[in-house]
């Protein structure tokens, strides 16, 4: 779990599931539940500023490049609707502004890319222990060393030939 995490209180539900949480400052991801699977939470708040500042962008190129399953969590707030904008404000084109949009957008460029949606940290705690269930546990300076010297990540291969090789279906 990313050290910053331990400001929401996903971690807190995790453990009372009898998780096994390990704080670690993370480059890709904020939770791995397995070697092969990161996600990128996001409050509702965050997920707009993420994609104004560009920053989601760059966190799910990282996400996909590193793990094989890798999963967008947009965590809703208990007393708010369930909703990333009103059914009036989306319209039938894509437009710069709206979010949906963007989210659109997003996951045509990393097809690979999982949305997952929670209405409350509650039901977030209950979906990672889901998908714990028969998954080998991380490795805790694995996960810390991902990100930190993208040469590994793409070394002896061209970055540009293997984004177009990851937007291909099938």
């Known amino acids: 779990v990313d050290m910053r995490e331990f400001r929401s209180a996903l971690p807190s539900l995790l453990h009372q599931r009898a998780l096994d949480l390990v704080p670690a400052t993370l ?11 990161c996600v990128e939470r996001k409050s509702i708040s965050d997920l707009y500023s993420s994609f104004a500042s560009g920053r989601l962008f760059q966190q799910a190129e990282a996400m996909t490049r590193f793990y094989k399953s890798s999963v967008l969590l947009i965590e809703f707030d208990s007393n708010r609707p369930f909703s990333l904008q009103a059914p009036s404000a989306i319209g039938a084109d894509i437009s710069a502004g709206s979010i949906i949009s963007k989210l659109a957008l997003l996951t045509l460029h990393f097809p690979t890319l999982r949305l997952m949606w929670m209405a409350t940290p509650h039901h977030t705690a209950e979906m990672f222990d889901a998908l714990k269930q028969n998954q080998p546990e991380p490795d805790v300076d694995e996960a810390m060393a991902v990100g930190l010297d993208a040469s590994l990540a793409t070394a002896g291969f061209a970055i540009q030939p293997q984004d177009i090789l990851r937007k291909l279906p099938g």
């Open 27 to 37: 480059q890709v991801g904020d939770y791995i539940l397995s070697p092969s699977m």
